[in-house]
């Protein structure tokens, strides 16, 4: 499989993500997270080349489901999320694209 683009990485699977570098980090855009959050301990947040915070609002969705969020560039996110899931960990990625 291949796939250019942003990734959302679930416990149901792998999706292309409608996010670029620059969109805005709004609960919205990570719904398709919040509707499998019963499945997901930690979501690590690939926000391109650097670290870009999460915004308030959007942290604060997370937390209301029990998700703990971790933003880090693309490249920390995916070795972190490979990392934690060969752990057996409740993990899922959002991965915007570099």
């Known amino acids: 499989m291949s796939h250019r683009g942003s990734l959302l990485c679930l416990p149901s699977g792998i999706y292309g993500w409608d996010m670029l570098l620059g969109d805005a980090l709004t609960p919205d855009r990570f719904q398709k ?3 499998e959050a019963a499945q997901i301990e930690v979501l690590l947040v690939g926000t391109g080349m ?4 999460l915004p308030a609002d959007l ?3 997370l937390r209301a489901r029990q998700i703990s969020s971790d933003p880090m560039s693309t490249g920390a996110a995916v070795r972190t999320f490979n990392i934690m899931l060969s752990e057996s960990r409740a993990v899922a990625a959002a ?3 570099v």
């Open 33 to 35: 997270v919040l509707d």
């Open 50 to 53: 650097e670290l870009r915070p």
């Open 59 to 61: 942290k604060a969705a």
């Open 95 to 97: 991965l915007i694209a």
